[in-house]
């Protein structure tokens, strides 16, 4: 059985899992440390601040395990993105990333936010249309890769 949890504050066990569904996805690079307790560290304390950063933050869960998750960054009035959906790959196809994205749009009406956006990877916006969000044709995700000073 999956239960799903929105999290405020995320234990050291909670918070590794995390980190460890980010570098699954490819989103969390495995680091080269001149001390592994030292870069664990690092990486936890900046685990906690997106977690805590996050407008919500949630788990799915298998016993005690966090197998999914995804979280939502938010002005917290009237615009809101959700991001960081993913789900551990033995766990796939079963509609646990549909009831994760569901939850958290679910979460940001009750909050009152009605501008739902967010950037689908390569390959799944299919799994996104499929809960009724649609791509718009007059934007363009980008990505700032070097500040030009003017």
Request: proline content about 3%.
């Amino acid at each position: 059985m999956i239960s799903f949890s929105f999290l405020h504050k995320a234990g050291t066990n909670q918070i590794d899992q995390i980190i460890k569904l980010y570098r699954m996805a490819g989103w969390w690079p495995e680091s080269i440390p001149t001390s592994i307790i030292e870069t664990k560290t690092d990486d936890q304390k900046l685990m906690t601040k997106i977690i805590t950063g996050s407008h919500c933050f949630l788990t799915a869960i298998h016993k005690t395990e966090i197998i999914g998750m995804g979280r939502v960054i938010s002005d917290k009035i009237s615009d809101a993105y959700i991001q960081d959906v993913t789900v551990r790959s033995d766990f796939r196809d079963n509609k646990i990333g549909s009831k994760i994205v569901s939850l958290l749009a679910e979460r940001l009406q009750q909050d009152g936010l009605g501008w739902i956006g967010l950037i689908a990877e390569k390959g799944s916006c299919s799994f996104y249309q499929r809960l009724g969000f649609e791509i718009m044709p007059k934007a363009t995700p980008m990505l700032l890769n070097k500040l030009i000073t003017l």
